[in-house]
Each structure stands twice: as C-alpha cells, then as structure tokens.
C-alpha cells in the first residue's frame, strides 16, 4: 500500500535558526513529490515538484531535495512568517490523484 | 494566472437544505477535483473531472453530487448534509498527463447545523 510520511508533526523554531522537514514516501511508481504550504483555514499554496532523485529545487529560504525514498524540505534562517503547515504528497497515477502526508506544522518565533 | 476561485468562503447549512459550491480556473487545465480536509488533517480526494466526465469518485455519499458544466467550472451541489461533513471543501485543477502540479483554491468553510 502506498504511504507517506511526514515528520515531525510539528516544529517549533526561534528566528534565523535553520531545520529540516522529512517526508518518507513508499509508493510503486512515483510521478512527482510536490510540497504545499497551508496557512489556517486557507487552501495548500503549492510550493515545490520534484520528480527525480538528486534533484534539488529552492525558492527564498526554502530548499527541497527527493531521494529514492525521502524528500526534505529546507527552511534557512526561518521568519516568522514561514509559519504554515509544510504538506507533502505523491502522484503516481495519471489522473492527477495526490496522496498527502499529515503535515508538519511549523511555528517561528521572533 | 494560477488561480482557482472558491465561492463561498463561508458556509452555513442545515441538515435539510440544499446549497452548491461552486470552483473556477481559467488556466486550462483539463483535470479539477474536489477535496474535503477536517481539521488538522490533511486533504483528502472525493472526486476527479477530466475533460469534464467524472473519473474517480473516491467512493463518496451521494448526498454530494459532483457537476462540470464546462472545462472552467465544477460544482458541488450538497444535499441532506450531516454535522460530522462539516469541513473545509477545496478545488484544485492540473494539467492531465504532465504530472505537474495542482493549483488549489482558497476553500468553503463548511459548517452544517
């Protein structure tokens, strides 16, 4: 059965100070990773598409990276307003179905 | 453009009442889905559209009934509801076959009472 997992549940991180999410993925035929962020009560803003290992993707203080059986999602010198719920998910048909992690949820603190 | 528009923001139903969601997206995109994500939860798929015909419905109720009118529009005409469907109902849309990103909307809030 394909899985996804993501940890921890939740970060809490001071201002400026760099961490890693994981997400573990065991899934048969992996067409993309994808990673959100999700403010409270908003739709995932989408972030991120990984597709092979050893590729790396970045954007402002965030950096993603998919191996063969992991992806991480980098935040350098975090902000207050990173705080979000860091979501990733897998496709691996061709309709498009995506299937989540639980999420991380990250808090940072002036 | 990649922008999925959601209305309403803000939903509240009773159990008898009949009330739709309605999602739009004006990027081409030939897939559009329906989530439904309970608090602290992630989303969870109920149903897929590809050029406008149902292809997955993630054996939902029928108390929620799908429609695509069209490739821009989809539609969640909502029927009977139970306390316990209360959630945050998201659309989203993709291009087919690409395997590259779906693109959310801001989500219903839905609350039935």
């Known amino acids: 059965e394909d899985q996804v997992t993501q940890s921890p549940e939740a970060l809490r991180l001071q201002e400026g100070e760099s961490s890693s999410l994981n997400c573990s993925y065991t899934?048969?035929?992996?067409?993309?990773l994808f990673w959100y962020r999700q403010d409270p009560g908003k739709g995932p803003e989408f972030l991120f598409t990984l597709y092979s290992a050893g590729e790396e993707k970045e954007k402002e203080r965030l950096k993603a990276t998919l191996t063969k059986k992991e992806s991480f999602l980098h935040i350098t010198a975090p902000k207050p307003e990173d705080s979000a719920t860091y979501l990733c998910a897998s496709l691996t048909d061709s309709w498009g179905k995506l299937q989540f992690g639980a999420g991380t949820q990250v808090v940072v603190t002036p | 453009d990649t922008e999925v528009t959601q209305t309403p923001k803000h939903l509240v139903m009773g159990m008898t009442n009949k009330k739709s969601l309605k999602c739009e997206q004006h990027?081409?995109?030939?897939?559009m889905y329906w989530y439904k994500q309970k608090a602290k939860k992630p989303p969870e798929l109920m149903f897929v559209y590809s050029y406008e015909k149902l292809s997955i419905n993630e054996s939902v109720p029928s108390r929620f009934s799908p429609e695509c009118p069209n490739s821009s529009l989809l539609n969640l005409h909502l029927h009977a509801l139970q306390p316990e469907d209360s959630a945050l109902y998201l659309c989203?849309?993709?291009?087919?076959?690409?395997?590259?990103?779906?693109?959310f909307g801001q989500g219903t809030r839905l609350t039935v009472v």
């Open positions: 899934v048969s035929g992996l067409r993309g």
């Open positions: 990027m081409g995109h030939r897939a």
């Open positions: 989203a849309s993709s291009h087919l076959d690409l395997n590259t990103e779906a693109f």
